[in-house]
């Protein structure tokens, strides 16, 4: 894919295992990459050194606090002068059946999955406005992480569906808002994913196990590495037009009635 070398790359929960997978996509497109996550400073700088010895940074990064994203885009501006794509990566999951939900999950829920991407974007996108218009006419790329929940229920999902539905609109309110500007704003939605946040649902319960095989048409769960190459095309030169829009990409998730 065209028009990746040397763009400036920060992700958010970048040291995930959906993170990982996209910063190595990028940095073997060329580009640079910054990790932003709540591990120590350590343990992140050896995670983003084991990609790339050179390319690949760690910054400290809670997107639950305004002033921890502004030092990490402190830091981005410092050391790579800018910020082309902004990748908002950051989540975390907690199943409980609707009438056990906790006011402690749910808003946490919605602080990091919806609330953590409005900070980091709106952080990113000042930072952008600074930039030239690219060969695309772009200043900026802003992806969040969705799921394809966020059109879809999912049993005992209600506080990460409804942060990743809300992502979804706050997602095409910024890309309308954001097109004169010439940032794009959109969404890969990935399905049921062997890996980071539901590996360890699916392997230690039953029930999630068996809701999920019946539900992917495709028969199998995906890697992170299947839903990586989105993510690149949406930054690069061929997804320049594209904004406002959600790449789903379930297996066919969305397709299926589930019975249980
Ligand atoms: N695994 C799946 O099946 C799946 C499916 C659809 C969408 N997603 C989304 O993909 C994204 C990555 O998830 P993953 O599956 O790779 O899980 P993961 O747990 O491997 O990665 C999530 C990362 O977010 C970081 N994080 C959590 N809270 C944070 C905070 N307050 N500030 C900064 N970083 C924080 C974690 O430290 C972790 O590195 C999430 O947004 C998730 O909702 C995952």
Not at 62 to 80: G, K, M, Y
Not at 164 to 182: D, R, S, T, W
Request: neutral net charge.
């Amino acid at each position: 894919m065209k028009g990746l070398e040397n763009k400036r790359v920060f992700i958010s929960g970048g040291c995930g295992d959906i993170g990982r997978a996209v910063a190595a996509r990028f940095l073997a497109a060329d580009a640079k990459v910054i990790l932003g996550d709540l591990l120590k400073s350590e343990d992140g700088w050896n995670r983003a050194k084991s990609l790339h010895s050179s390319h690949a940074l760690y910054v400290p990064c809670d997107v639950t606090s305004a002033a921890s994203i502004e030092a990490a885009c402190s830091f981005t501006e410092r050391e790579l002068k800018g910020i082309d794509v902004a990748i908002c990566c950051a989540g975390m999951v907690a199943n409980e059946p609707f009438v056990q939900i906790t006011e402690e999950n749910w808003m946490r829920t919605l602080d990091v999955n919806l609330t953590g991407s409005l900070r980091v974007a709106q952080a990113a996108a000042r930072l952008m406005m600074k930039n030239p218009r690219d060969e695309g006419k772009r200043r900026g790329v802003v992806i969040f992480t969705g799921s394809w929940v966020q059109a879809m229920p999912w049993p005992e999902g209600g506080s990460y569906c409804a942060s990743k539905a809300g992502q979804e609109m706050l997602m095409k309110v910024m890309a309308q808002e954001l097109a004169p500007h010439g940032i794009t704003c959109n969404i890969v939605a990935p399905g049921i994913v062997y890996a980071g946040l539901s590996r360890s649902i699916y392997d230690r319960d039953a029930l999630f196990r068996q809701r999920a095989d019946q539900t992917i048409p495709l028969g199998r769960l995906c890697s992170a590495e299947e839903v990586a190459g989105a993510f690149l095309y949406l930054a690069s030169l061929d997804g320049a037009y594209v904004t406002g829009s959600s790449i789903v990409i379930d297996g066919g998730a969305s397709l299926v009635k589930r019975n249980t």
